[in-house]
């Protein structure tokens, strides 16, 4: 897999706040209050999945999903 990309998937959380991401075709998941934290946490998460004997993807993409509800 080394040479590839990995995509996470961030929504925001419209009731409580913060955001969730979630690794596509990976057991990788996390959360953060901001941003900033969203994107450090994403990392840690990443790192800590891929160790020392497995082929790293050399990309992290963020893909943020919004959901929007309109009246009808």
């Not at 955001?19 to 996390?30: E, M, R, V």
């Not at 891929?50 to 959901?67: A, K, S, Y």
């Amino acid at each position: 897999m080394s040479g590839t990309e990995i995509i996470f998937e961030i929504t925001e959380d419209e009731v409580d706040g913060g955001y969730s991401a979630s690794a596509l075709g990976y057991g990788i998941h996390t959360q953060g209050d901001s941003l900033d934290e969203i994107r450090r946490n994403v990392r840690e998460a990443f790192d800590c999945y891929f160790d020392e004997t497995m082929e790293r993807p050399n990309v992290i993409r963020l893909h943020f999903v919004r959901d929007e509800t309109m009246a009808t």
